[in-house]
């Protein structure tokens, strides 16, 4: 065809222009291969983050040999590997090998007798069976998690697709120099004959001839800065932070997925079809005399240039009305400098801030324990919570972070009134936090004395009431529950005695009755042998039960051992202060790795424990959450630092290009080539100040729109100190410094070729 063999022409005798074009498709195609590849290692990142805590679709727990057996033998699962617990009993970690509609009725079906999972409540049996859904989601096992893969994926393509209409200037700028400078070749074609459709198809098929070259070699630079993007993001910290250093050393490693790979190859061969065809489109706009003749009467006023051409005088004021007289091209070089300037600059910032408001908002909502455990406990057996709670010490994978036994007594005062005085029971090591600095005695001590130890919030009363050791009375409370069948047969008198706890509704105010109950106070004598200040918080973290209880009540504090040994006696038979059937205690691991051990040993002993707060799961997905978010971000800053740098290096090259008329005309009426040098390098100074100024203007509203959103939310006292305006500043203009550099260096390489031209030549613009 006529279009195919003129575009194959103008490439092989035009190689300049043909390169050039061949580069910017090359580098199109390396953003659109490293957001899709970026987007493969997230989810392949988390994917692998997923097994890594627990490597199977799904647990089963206290399973017979027989079943286990059977289970192994199921061809529907890849994998089967036995555990066996310490209770004697087996466990399998499974993973399942294809695709189940429904995996809930698949692993039901697996053991129907054992009702591991129903359908009606579409809910797992959590005490026989341990559910990896996250791992399920990852690899696509079942209707909704395929439905959200192709969900997240739609999405994402949506943003690639935004992403490359709001920066084909990037290709467009390669089209608009080849055509712009064929002009005259395209008005002397229309002349002979060719018609409008012929010049676009023309131009089309030349931007598809060079895709051959770029896509592929687009496509290789794009994997190389991927795996150099992931080196730097964990050279940088983050992924040892949120994975930590082992995991993160296994799971950073480049993911290349065949499809991601086909969609950016489309993806960017879409972006060179439409930018060509728009290219093409805008040259048979102008009738043949205007692409012949140009359009040299046009007169364009501009302002004159009194900051720059008071600087660098002449040169400045040059420069300055070369960039008025193409005000789109430098508003769109500016804003897109601009960005990226801004994001490269808050990206270090966000990197460490975002770590340290994360660590305070752990501190602010108080997740300083791993785990809260519920034990079971019998009101009438005040030591019935010593089974559980001996087992948890006795497994070898928790350290006790807080825990305590409680009694409720009452301190008859000078002026008659009761004043309530609770008395705390601490494990060792768990009483020495409770208190600053040393304590008086010693744990041990205060076992043997059957002591406490008056707990103060300053030197004030009561703790100078104390500072000796002395007795005091109180009357310790019995509390007993009162059932419903004992209810209904109690006479209208001992009814009077009767009090009840009452629970509201949150959202609709409505009380309920959860239990009735009497109290009874039993006298006895307390020795406190000495009174110490309290641990206190620091500002703006949750305050200890201790702080918010010292307000109201004078706390005395003492040994676990001393309650097991005689104190529980105290308060008859009735010991539990709160009457709920549990005591809760607050543990940390003593391995992180344990994390899966240490929930499956709380399932394994459902009977005697249950599981209340999972605060190490919940921080590890917080984190992994965080980490993602941050390589994302890295991700996204290279791409976008990488568009900034292309379209600036396009639109000055591009704008030389098409001035190479009128920069010879001024070497014809005298300017040398260091003045046209110098000139060139002014322009490329406004754009890298303009940008400077409006990056920092944008941070800083940044900034000061972060610190309002935290005002509102009132987190300014929390989390004001973090939002340091001064700190993006030196970031700002560092990057602008890095941006003239590239913008000076392309302009010298573009000036450089030009000038190999003769002055004649350039004067014709015509190749």
């Not at 989810?43 to 089963?60: A, E, N, Q, T, W």
């Not at 193409?326 to 897109?336: D, E, H, L």
């Amino acid at each position: 065809m006529f279009e195919r063999s003129l575009a194959l022409k103008y490439i092989k005798a035009q190689k300049r222009h043909s390169i050039f074009t061949i580069c910017s498709i090359t580098v199109a195609l390396a953003l659109m291969t490293l957001l899709f590849t970026g987007y493969a290692t997230f989810r392949g990142i988390m994917r692998g983050s997923v097994y890594m805590d627990k490597p199977y679709h799904f647990k089963l727990m206290k399973l017979t040999d027989e079943e286990y057996d059977e289970l192994a033998a199921n061809d529907d699962l890849s994998s089967c590997e036995r555990i066996n617990e310490a209770d004697g009993t087996v466990s399998a970690e499974a993973m399942i090998k294809s695709y189940h509609e429904d995996i809930g009725i698949f692993i039901y079906e697996l053991f129907p007798e054992k009702q591991l999972y129903s359908d009606r409540y579409e809910e797992f049996d959590t005490s026989q069976i341990d559910v990896n859904y996250d791992l399920i989601s990852a690899d696509r096992l079942d209707f909704s998690s395929r439905y959200e893969a192709v969900r997240d994926l739609a999405a994402f393509f949506v943003f690639v697709l935004l992403l490359a209409i709001a920066l084909r200037l990037m290709i467009d700028t390669a089209f608009e120099i080849s055509s712009k400078e064929r002009e005259k070749h395209f008005g002397v074609l229309q002349c002979v004959g060719a018609e409008p459709a012929q010049i676009v198809r023309m131009v089309t098929f030349e931007g598809l001839f060079l895709s051959v070259i770029g896509l592929p070699l687009g496509m290789l630079l794009g994997i190389g800065v991927s795996e150099g993007t992931l080196k730097v993001v964990e050279a940088s910290g983050v992924a040892e932070t949120f994975f930590t250093a082992e995991k993160a050393e296994k799971l950073m490693h480049l993911h290349i997925d065949p499809l991601m790979m086909v969609l950016a190859a489309v993806t960017g061969l879409v972006w060179v079809f439409l930018s060509a065809y728009q290219t093409g489109m805008r040259v048979i706009k102008k009738t043949p005399v205007q692409a012949i003749f140009g359009d040299s009467d046009k007169t364009v006023k501009v302002r004159k240039a009194a900051f720059f051409g008071s600087m660098f005088g002449w040169k400045g004021k040059l420069a300055s009305r070369n960039n008025s007289r193409q005000p789109k091209r430098f508003v769109i070089t500016v804003v897109s400098l601009t960005v990226s300037i801004a994001l490269f600059a808050s990206f270090t910032i966000v990197l460490k801030q975002s770590l340290n408001a994360f660590e305070k908002l752990v501190d602010i909502v108080g997740l300083n324990y791993d785990m809260g455990i519920a034990i079971k406990s019998e009101q009438e057996k005040p030591r019935s919570y010593k089974e559980g709670y001996d087992a948890v010490m006795d497994s070898g994978l928790f350290e006790v972070n807080d825990f305590c036994k409680e009694q409720v007594s009452y301190v008859q005062m000078s002026d008659g009134t009761l004043q309530t005085c609770v008395l705390r029971y601490y494990p060792r090591g768990v009483l020495e936090k409770k208190f600053q600095g040393e304590l008086p005695v010693t744990y041990d001590e205060l076992t043997e004395q059957g002591a406490y130890i008056m707990m103060s919030v300053n030197d004030e009363e009561p703790a100078q009431l104390y500072d000796e050791p002395m007795q005091i009375e109180v009357g310790v409370m019995e509390k007993t529950v009162i059932s419903d069948e004992e209810y209904s047969a109690m006479s209208a008198e001992e009814k009077e005695n009767v009090k009840e706890y009452m629970t509201e509704d949150y959202n609709t105010g409505a009380k309920k009755l959860e239990y009735r109950f009497t109290t009874e106070l039993y006298p006895t004598t307390l020795n406190i042998v000495a009174a110490a200040p309290m641990f206190k918080t620091e500002e703006g973290k949750k305050k200890t039960s201790e702080e918010e209880l010292s307000g109201s009540a004078y706390i005395l504090a003492s040994t676990l051992d001393y309650y097991n040994k005689s104190a529980y006696t105290l308060a008859g038979k009735g010991s539990l202060a709160n009457l709920e059937g549990v005591e809760y205690i607050h543990v940390d691991l003593i391995n992180d790795d344990d994390y899966e051990k240490a929930k499956s040993f709380v399932k394994s002993n459902a009977w005697l424990m249950t599981l209340d707060e999972d605060y190490h799961g919940d921080l590890l997905k917080m984190r992994s959450g965080v980490g993602a978010i941050k390589i994302g971000s890295a991700f996204l800053s290279v791409l976008i630092a990488m568009i900034a740098l292309v379209n600036m290096v396009n639109i000055l090259s591009t704008g030389l290009l098409n001035r190479k008329s009128e920069l010879a005309s001024m070497q014809c009426m005298g300017m040398t080539r260091g003045q046209l040098y110098g000139m060139t390098v002014v322009e490329c100074l406004q754009y890298s100040l303009t940008s400077g100024v409006l990056a920092t203007g944008l941070i800083e509203a940044l900034m000061g729109l972060t610190l309002l959103v935290l005002k509102r939310v009132k987190l300014d006292d929390e989390l004001g100190d973090l939002v340091n305006f001064a700190e993006p500043v030196p970031r700002v203009w560092i990057a602008a410094a890095v941006a003239f550099v590239a913008a000076v260096i392309a302009s010298v390489i573009t000036l450089h070729r030009i000038n190999k031209e003769s002055l004649t030549d350039q004067m014709r613009t015509v190749e």
